[in-house]
């Protein structure tokens, strides 16, 4: 039960983002009840007997900067450079299956995989073009599996 407006326990959602805009001065995206009450019981309390001491204030302003949560309103961005799939020998490797009595020669390279002058992005692509049918690339292969 909340201490400073017990009704708002019995109040519905939309009543409860009414009384948030009225104390907060905005409105809010949240529909959720007990996030809503907590927060406008909060503020209430505040209001009332007033908010953070200035020592807590400055210990919260200590610990925000200390953790480096905020870039500044700048966005940082870096290249994508995809891990690589430890299951996947190096590149030159060439695999080879015998697949309906044809053998398939595959040669690995830095991104891809080529057979017959053709790059493919995974084994994967590769097994279905060959099968005609969803194959798991690695286990088409033989590769990557336990020992």
């Known amino acids: 039960m909340c201490l ?3 009704h708002l326990e019995e109040m519905t959602v939309p ?3 009414e009384l948030y805009a009225r104390v907060f001065g905005e409105e809010t995206r949240s529909r959720h009840k007990d996030y809503l ?3 406008i019981a909060w503020r209430q ?3 009332e007997h007033g908010g953070l001491s200035e020592r807590a204030l400055a210990r919260a302003h200590e610990l925000a900067n200390d953790a ?3 870039l500044l309103g700048r966005t940082v961005t870096k290249p994508f450079a995809p891990k690589a799939d430890r299951r996947l020998p190096i590149p030159g490797t060439v ?3 015998v697949y309906k009595g044809e053998t398939l020669v595959v040669t690995v390279l830095p991104s891809g995989f080529e057979v017959q002058g053709t790059v493919y992005r995974s084994l994967t692509a590769i097994a279905k073009a060959v099968t005609g049918s969803h194959w798991n690339g690695h286990h088409f292969f033989g590769i990557g599996g336990k020992p």
């Open 4 to 6: 400073m407006n017990p």
């Open 15 to 17: 009543e409860l983002r």
């Open 37 to 39: 009450r907590k927060r």
């Open 45 to 47: 309390q505040a209001n």
């Open 68 to 70: 480096d949560l905020r």
């Open 95 to 97: 695999l080879t299956r």
